[in-house]
């Protein structure tokens, strides 16, 4: 990784596979700190302190996009370095191993899990507003957050993780669904801290933290 890893400013990548609000991603990342780039370039991700994976969509093209660009095995190889590594939205779905969305489709492989239609009952799909999320256990990556803190979610599909020690908090909207998963240095939020106002800077400035001091 770069030398700015001795700083309080990390370089985060921020990976640019055509899907995801990458300006505002960039924009609540340097609000918090540290130093975004919007790239699809292999050798910049890779010597970034931290990847961020956005995404509005669909699972399937959005994994068609990262293999076309050969961007799904860099994300692998950062994780499998001990780079921090956080997906929101569909970024998050992406880290699973696949999804049932529009007939399924493989995903990173980063947990373990598929992504399935989301439960709401007689609500209406997708799911979008502000909802209440409630922690499970205590993470860095949550430091400072009220228990339960309340995020900007747009999804119709949720992550099933294999292992329950995956799940950091939990949001219910007809039924009671992951909305921020942790495993090591790999972590994925269901909504969109770029537009949860105060708490999802909060949790974009702890993951920054987490980038400070990332493997070389």
């Known amino acids: ?19 995801g609000n990458r300006r505002s991603v960039e924009k609540a990342l340097e609000r918090v700190g540290a130093v975004p780039i919007i790239t699809a370039d292999h050798q910049l991700v890779r010597a970034a302190d931290g990847v961020v994976v956005p995404g509005v969509g669909a699972f399937p093209p959005a994994m068609q996009a990262l293999r076309a660009t050969g961007l799904d095995g860099v994300v692998r190889d950062c994780a499998s370095a001990g780079v921090p590594v956080l997906g929101l939205c569909l970024g998050m779905q992406l880290l699973f191993d696949g999804s049932e969305e529009h007939g399924g489709e493989e995903g990173l492989g980063l947990l373990s899990g598929r992504i399935r239609a989301l439960q709401a009952g007689a609500l209406k799909l997708p ?9 499970t256990r205590e993470s860095a990556l949550i430091t400072e957050l009220p228990n339960p803190a309340t995020f900007y979610h747009v999804h119709s599909f949720v992550a099933q993780p294999e292992d329950p020690d995956d799940v950091l908090g939990t949001c219910e909207y007809g039924e009671r669904f992951a909305s921020v998963v942790s495993r090591a240095n790999v972590h994925g939020v269901q909504f969109h801290p770029e537009k949860s106002s105060t708490y ?9 933290a987490l980038c400070v001091g990332a493997p070389a």
């Open 200 to 208: 999802g800077l909060r949790l974009l400035s702890n993951f920054s």
């Open 127 to 135: 799911h979008i507003g502000w909802n209440e999320v409630t922690w």
């Open 1 to 19: 990784m770069s030398d700015s890893t001795a700083s309080s400013s990390p370089r985060i990548a921020v990976v640019d596979y055509g899907m």
